[in-house]
């Protein structure tokens, strides 16, 4: 089992990136995320290498987006350990973990088709469980469901 | 030797190909209008209304508990009232949308009255579905004969349970009520 | 004849790229799934998956619902394996919820948990072959077993496949009288149609010859795209969830992860053989050891009779197991209120769709049929 | 057949001969609606969880086969029924309603399960089409999440028996002319474009039979509204 708090510190000491815990996971800065993956990725004690969970949160209370991306390492059998990352809602882009993990392409997919989340760096980023001409990212939870086809209540 | 493999696996399909004639469980075909396979007691369907004695004496409150609890949503409860505008303890309204229901049985565990309960009947295909496939509540409602013999082990279980009830509540309030006895639990 | 001369002779033949969409409603593509292949000839140069055609808002409804309220819908994500996806729900939000479940209900999980495995891996078999054009037949002798039991789930859960058993901090019901019986039955003559199973199939030529050496996906590529299940472990890597994480009971049973060694589709086939076997042994110790108690803690039980009200305290939890198609995760947040604020299903079918593109590259255009069957994809998981 | 095919066009005289002798005309009909209700060819086109159910009732414990209806045709030209069996999703309504249109006359519609019904459990998600009698007319519904596979042979039976009913002169696809076609929709940016075909699909008097529902809706707002709770969280 793998302490958050020692991740952190190593984070820390070796990359120099200041992380905080939050709920069952670490909080990473956006601009050192793919940093962060790759120290875990190559470091000989964590190693790192599979990509378990790839998901994204709404809050939208504090008009965030977060990712959350649970790391596994198949070599020591150790984790999940939770990494997370904030973005803005409005502007909503962060950058793309396919590069380092395949099995991210067709999670970030999702994450951008239902939340919007744009992420940088990968390659075939459209959307994969709505049709090409939908609007608005129907995950959001300030989504409303307009439809036409819905039974509509007598005034 | 090649061609072996494909022999013995032919072997295989002309063996049970033999034993549909020879073997004592070799047709497992439940030929269904006229054979049916033995009903599971738990086995759930859609969901009855119970009555005791008269099906106009549901033991349903209207309490609204099931259709608040239906993840899908597919009750509608309308509360009785008199001729003075006070609410009744029981249904007007009681519809359920088969055409959305999905089966799930939370209603059943979650109703306080043990009013309703999920079905054994399966042949419910309609050819129109507005007016057939949502069940009003006089089509839903079943006398408790029925679910003793549906579910014989659940109604005995429950059939003891509210004897212990209704005789705690008979004592608890002396006089009782005229009409309290069976429908407080 | 005298045209494969002609070609053979004249090395410039030049030909053109076809594009061929195969699916939605294509009888081998478990259900409404579409790739849209480039193909040169037969061989496939380009292979993009299309889903999203059975996407069901699942995870926006649940949001929308209190916690036990979507437990019927995790049923309906891997229809196939409902008591397993019930499984992984409640031990995510018992995660959350810190409750304990009693002895009796883990050991019935378990016993629901190995059953699932044998219903999904006997019909995966019966599908694989009717993919390779051995039609119905093994499809029929599958669904034979399946249904025996399905009746035991029917009589556990009521339902046949939309069980709806599991609760928060234990099982709904207990185990009706005869089951133990009925299911042991069914275990024992389970290995004798395994057999039959393998007589028809493991050493048949025709099958060799179109499984071997298809669609080999090597170790590291596997771990790199996230591959789970039998797929991951067919291509060698030790990944077991519950060998890993032990969640449950399961550091109690003795079984052996069985693994492949070249990749292929039919070592794909043959761990699923094996996983059945050694679910087997796992279910002939849990009958051995089922104790009587009780099935649910007292907190579940008063959760259980009033979903509606039931808190779950905030935070956020990952729990997951192994389904029989790989590692079924689900991710909840909670605001401390009696709905989820954010929760989401890691479908093991739909990650290892990833990887489809590159097992098929190179193959010709029936070869992809069986690998996309070797991988074992639900819809109803993929697009949730 | 000769009788059957021409019979909008079969001149007054002979149709009062052909009435006189009843019984014959009469015999023939119950012969060929025995010949067409007993080789039913479904379509092979599962969407969903009930599909598997479908596939268990091809199988072994409950073998459509002894209803004539095994032969599942994966070409919709050959096939004389389409079982919806599962979800339509909007993304994938227009495939059915194409399938549907490509399938020859005389077509049949049954859907199996809540969700083909009117969306089911399922109903309130923003890509699920709430029942596909919106788009092609449908002959027999059975409800169900999932049906038993028996309950699918019900179904069946059901349609045999209405088919039983239907009269080679009345039946509309002998018709000159006659071929049921639906148009198909487009995706639009929030959902489909039209969300229903009014030639099939009459709101307002689905709405008129909702009416006590809307007003429990009013008196108790008992019913989940997707908008505000949407909005709330």
Not at chain 2, 63 to 70: F, R, S, V
Not at chain 2, 151 to 175: G, H, L, M, Q, S
Not at chain 4, 43 to 57: D, N, R, S, V, Y
Request: charged letters at 25%; glycine letters at 6%.
């Amino acid at each position: 089992m793998i302490q958050l708090e020692e991740v952190k510190a190593e984070l820390e000491k070796s990359l120099g990136v200041q992380t905080e815990l939050s709920g069952s996971g670490l909080l990473v800065p956006k601009s050192r995320l793919l940093d962060v993956f790759k120290f875990l990725k190559e470091n000989a004690k964590y190693q790192m290498d599979y990509i378990s969970n790839l998901c994204a949160v709404d809050y939208l209370k504090q008009s965030q987006i977060e990712i959350v991306y649970h790391l596994y390492s198949m070599r020591n059998k150790t984790g999940p350990i939770g990494i997370k990352v904030r973005t803005d809602r409005q502007d909503c882009i962060v950058p793309s973990a396919t590069p380092l993990f395949r099995g991210a392409e067709f999670q970030e997919r999702e994450a951008f088709d239902l939340y919007g989340v744009k992420f940088e760096g990968h390659t075939d980023l459209r959307r994969i469980l709505m049709w090409d001409g939908f609007e608005g990212f129907p995950m959001r939870k300030d989504y409303v469901h307009e439809d036409e086809d819905r039974y509509v209540e007598h005034p | 030797m090649w061609g072996t493999g494909v022999l013995k696996g032919m072997a295989v399909t002309i063996k049970n190909f033999f034993d549909t004639y020879t073997s004592k469980n070799g047709i497992f075909t439940v030929e269904y209008p006229e054979k049916r396979l033995p009903e599971k007691e738990r086995f759930r369907n859609f969901p009855i209304l119970v009555y005791d004695e008269k099906p106009e004496e549901l033991r349903c409150v209207a309490c609204d508990i099931c259709a608040k609890e239906c993840p899908p949503k597919c009750i509608t409860i309308v509360k009785a009232k008199d001729a003075q505008g006070k609410p009744l303890k029981q249904p007007e309204v009681f519809d359920i949308d088969f055409t959305v229901c999905m089966n799930c049985g939370i209603c059943e565990e979650t109703c306080p009255f043990d009013a309703i309960y999920m079905d054994h009947e399966f042949e419910l295909a309609e050819y129109d579905r507005m007016d057939a496939l949502i069940y009003k509540k006089e089509r839903l409602s079943r006398p408790w004969t029925h679910f003793e013999k549906i579910r014989p082990t659940d109604a005995k279980e429950i059939n003891e349970r509210r004897a212990k009830d209704a005789t705690k509540t008979a004592a608890a309030v002396k006089p009782a009520p005229p009409q309290a006895s069976n429908q407080q639990t | 004849m005298t045209n494969t001369i002609e070609t053979q002779t004249r090395p410039s033949l030049s030909t053109q790229q076809l594009e061929v969409s195969i699916g939605p409603q294509h009888p081998s593509t478990h259900g409404v799934f579409r790739m849209n292949v480039v193909l040169d000839g037969e061989t496939i140069v380009k292979l993009k998956p299309v889903m999203g055609y059975l996407h069901r808002n699942h995870e926006q409804l649940a949001e929308n619902m209190s916690w036990l309220g979507s437990m019927p819908y995790t049923d309906r994500l891997d229809y196939f394996c409902s008591m397993t996806n019930n499984i992984a729900y409640a031990l995510a939000v018992e995660k959350l919820m810190g409750i304990d479940v009693p002895e009796r209900a883990q050991y019935i999980r378990v016993i629901m948990a190995e059953l699932t495995r044998l219903v999904n891996h006997t019909a995966l078999v019966g599908f694989l072959l009717n993919d390779l054009g051995a039609f119905f037949t093994p499809v029929l002798y599958a669904f034979r077993e399946r249904e025996k039991i399905l009746d035991l789930f029917e009589s556990v859960a009521g339902s046949r496949m939309m069980c709806n058993y599991m609760r928060f901090g234990g099982v709904k019901l207990d185990l009706p009288d005869g089951f133990v019986d009925c299911a042991k039955a069914i275990v024992d003559n389970y290995p004798p149609f395994l057999e039959e199973m393998e007589r028809l199939l493991t050493k048949n030529e025709i099958l060799m010859a179109r499984c071997q050496n298809v669609g080999i996906l090597l170790k590291d590529l596997a771990v790199n795209a996230s591959v789970t299940g039998p797929v991951l472990r067919a291509s060698g890597v030790n990944y077991d969830i519950r060998k890993i994480d032990k969640y449950g009971i399961y550091d109690r049973f003795d079984f052996k992860v069985p693994l492949g060694t070249v990749g292929d589709v039919y070592d794909r086939y043959y761990v699923r053989i094996l996983e059945m076997r050694e679910s087997l042994k796992i279910l002939r110790q849990a009958f051995k050891e089922l104790s009587a108690g009780p099935v649910i803690s007292q907190k579940g039980l008063i959760a259980a009779k009033s979903p509606r009200n039931m808190k779950v305290p905030a935070g956020d939890a990952y729990g997951r197991i192994e389904a029989p198609k790989g590692e079924l995760g689900f991710y909840i947040v909670s605001e401390g209120g009696t709905k989820p604020y954010r929760y989401h299903v890691r479908a093991p079918s739909f990650i290892n769709l990833t990887i489809l593109e590159d097992m098929c590259l190179g193959h010709k255009v029936a070869d992809a049929i069986i690998i996309l069957g070797s991988i074992d994809i639900v819809l109803g998981e993929v697009d949730r | 057949m000769g009788l059957a095919s021409g019979s909008p066009t079969v001149d007054q005289g002979l149709k009062s001969e052909l009435e006189k002798e009843g019984v014959v005309l009469t015999t023939l009909e119950q012969l060929y609606n025995w010949g067409r209700r007993s080789s039913i060819w479904p379509l092979q086109f599962g969407l969903a969880c009930c599909a598997i159910e479908m596939i268990a009732t091809a199988c072994a414990r409950y073998d459509i086969a002894r209803f004539g209806a095994e032969l599942f045709r994966p070409s919709p030209r050959q096939a004389d029924l389409m079982i919806v069996a599962g979800t339509v999703t909007k993304k994938m309504t227009p495939q059915v309603v194409r399938l549907y249109n490509q399938m020859a006359e005389p077509k049949y519609v049954i859907t199996m399960g809540a969700c083909s019904i009117a969306g089911g459990p399922f109903k309130e998600g923003y890509n699920v089409l709430q029942g596909i009698d919106r788009f092609i007319p449908v002959d027999v519904h059975i409800p169900g999440c999932p049906p038993r596979p028996e309950a699918l042979l019900d179904g069946l039976m059901k349609l045999q028996k209405k088919i039983d009913g239907q009269s080679i002169e009345s039946a509309e696809w002998y018709q000159q002319g006659q071929k049921r076609e639906f148009p198909i929709p487009a995706f639009g940016p929030k959902g489909l474009e039209p969300p229903y075909n009014p030639e099939v699909w009459k709101p307002r008097e689905y709405e008129q039979k909702k009416q006590t529902e809307a007003e429990a809706r009013k008196i108790h707002g008992t019913i989940h509204d997707p908008k505000q709770s949407a909005v709330s969280q």
